[in-house]
């Protein structure tokens, strides 16, 4: 009889074991593994898409190296900037462009617009050859009525092309460039040079303002003789050597050392408006 309680109990304790067995194989078949959360270094990146949108300023004519003037300059000391992993830049700088040139470009290629939504900064230069095409207009002998209608035009233009840009893209930091007299240090004479850019200036900041953008004023950098809200180089009121920053073969675009004082300045523009931002 011992035997038998014996043996059955023995065959109970394999059925139970071997139950066991079985109910957590099944279990490991049936049940789904949850991904994990950790992310491998390198996985997430803080990429930004430089755009720069304009006319032979953003093109880089002048830069000795023809790699496109100050976007990669500016473009190498973002990569060098903690917490900024990737810089990529996309340029769209055609020499000799007008304003109206620059806004049908934006209306109607869509591989533009295309890269305008991606973009995570936006940097416009425009007006400049509406301006210069007036002076070679009236060969040097300014008048300023004669620039009334070429800066009505610009500003309307301008209006056009940063709201297309805010249609498109909502969040993206853009940056209007100013415009900067070439002419300052050649052709001091010229005084009535400096109303007219003034009044183009003010136009241009007032507009950016209006649609969210930010100012950045080359006459600053270049002249001298124009207060920014965001400039701070510590440049004094008083004229600058204008063509120590130009290009020797037009005296019209920046040099390299001009290129190298627009990215510097722009650098520290973006910097602040992020730590702003943040």
């Not at 079985?22 to 049940?31: D, M, P």
């Not at 000795?64 to 903690?82: E, F, I």
């Not at 270049?222 to 204008?242: P, Q, W």
Request: aromatic residues 8%; proline residues 3%; contains cysteine.
């Amino acid at each position: 009889m011992m035997k038998v309680a014996r043996s059955f109990l023995v065959t109970c304790i394999i059925l139970t074991i071997g139950t066991f067995i079985v109910f957590q194989g099944l279990n490991l078949l049936t049940t789904k593994k949850e991904p994990s959360t950790v992310r491998k270094q390198g996985d997430v990146t803080n990429t930004i898409n430089f755009l720069a949108i304009g006319d032979s300023l953003t093109k880089g004519v002048g830069d000795s190296t023809q790699n496109g003037g100050y976007v990669p300059l500016v473009a190498d000391q973002l990569r060098d900037t903690p917490g900024i992993d990737n810089v990529t830049t996309t340029n769209y700088g055609v020499t000799g462009e007008r304003s109206d040139e620059i806004l049908e470009r934006i209306e109607q290629q869509q591989e533009l617009q295309t890269d305008i939504k991606k973009a995570d900064i936006i940097v416009l230069t425009a007006g400049g050859n509406d301006l210069i095409q007036t002076v070679k207009k009236e060969k040097l002998g300014i008048n300023e009525e004669s620039f009334l209608k070429p800066e009505k035009n610009y500003k309307e233009n301008l209006s056009s092309i940063l709201k297309i840009i805010k249609e498109q893209n909502q969040t993206a930091e853009i940056y209007v460039f100013g415009l900067y007299n070439p002419y300052s240090s050649i052709f001091p004479e010229m005084t009535e040079m400096k109303d007219i850019l003034l009044s183009w200036n003010s136009a241009t900041e007032s507009i950016a303002k209006k649609n969210k953008a930010t100012y950045f004023s080359l006459s600053h950098l270049f002249n001298g003789d124009e207060k920014s809200v965001v400039s701070k180089t510590g440049n004094s009121s008083e004229e600058t050597d204008t063509s120590a920053f130009l290009y020797e073969e037009d005296l019209f675009h920046p040099n390299d050392k001009g290129y190298q004082l627009i990215a510097n300045e722009l650098y520290r523009v973006i910097i602040d408006h992020r730590v702003v931002e943040d």
